[in-house]
């Protein structure tokens, strides 16, 4: 079965300053995709990042990106240049193989983003 | 356009109670979630509705949990005799489903069980 770890509760940042946040997962299946998602206070999740697990290059999306280590089942998140709004619950999440449609979430990290 | 869209945001009821909450997904998705957020974890799935597919109910922790998706479009998710384990935020997702798994979430129903 798919597991999703995230091990750190709580991160602070100051503002401006670059913070990274863990994940780490189990998975048999050799094609499956992973996903960091956003949950603010007005609790709407919203997508940041996604990666396909056959793709070797890591995914960026402005100034989010991700260390997608396949061998060690890790995929953290690198938020740079943090901003005020980037504080939020931060879940990383699983999905098996195409035609699969069941998602794992982790248990989700608190950043708090300090002025 | 419009996304997810959930009622009530947040609904308190008595222990015993029944209660239902409503998600209406994007036009045009097929594909319909139900996930459970209790304080302090994930989202624990719960159901899964794909256009006129049985829905794969694996998730739903007991049953007094049910879920209804009329029309392939407004899901219900009812709650009968409701604990007060069950109170959490209840948050729906739709996606455009088969290959395509970007989900779009809705903001959700905290559920408070008195």
């Known amino acids: 079965a798919q597991t999703v770890t995230q091990s750190q509760p709580e991160m602070s940042v100051q503002e401006a300053e670059t913070v990274t946040l863990s994940c780490t997962y189990d998975t048999s299946e050799s094609d499956y995709y992973l996903f960091w998602y956003k949950q603010p206070p007005s609790r709407q999740m919203i997508l940041v990042i996604r990666?396909?697990?056959?793709?070797?290059q890591n995914a960026t999306e402005n100034r989010f990106s991700v260390n997608f280590q396949k061998a060690a089942k890790s995929f953290s998140l690198k938020i740079s240049d943090s901003q005020l709004g980037d504080a939020a619950m931060y879940f990383c999440a699983s999905k098996g193989p195409s035609g699969t449609y069941k998602y794992i979430f982790g248990t989700g990290t608190r950043l708090k983003v300090l002025a | 356009g419009a996304g997810v869209s959930q009622s009530p945001s947040n609904k308190v009821t008595e222990k015993g109670k029944d209660v239902e909450l409503r998600c209406d997904p994007i036009?045009?998705?097929?594909?319909l979630y139900w996930y459970r957020q209790s304080l302090g974890q994930g989202l624990e799935f719960l159901i899964y509705f794909q256009g006129n597919s049985a829905p794969d109910k694996s998730g739903l922790p007991s049953d007094r949990f049910s879920a209804e998706r009329t029309g392939g479009s407004v899901s219900t998710l009812t709650i009968q005799r409701t604990q007060q384990e069950d109170s959490a935020v209840y948050l729906c997702?739709?996606?455009?489903?088969?290959?395509?798994?970007?989900?779009?979430f809705g903001p959700g129903t905290r559920l408070t069980v008195t």
């Open positions: 990666q396909e697990a056959y793709k070797q």
């Open positions: 036009s045009g998705h097929t594909a």
């Open positions: 997702a739709s996606s455009l489903g088969r290959a395509n798994y970007e989900q779009y």
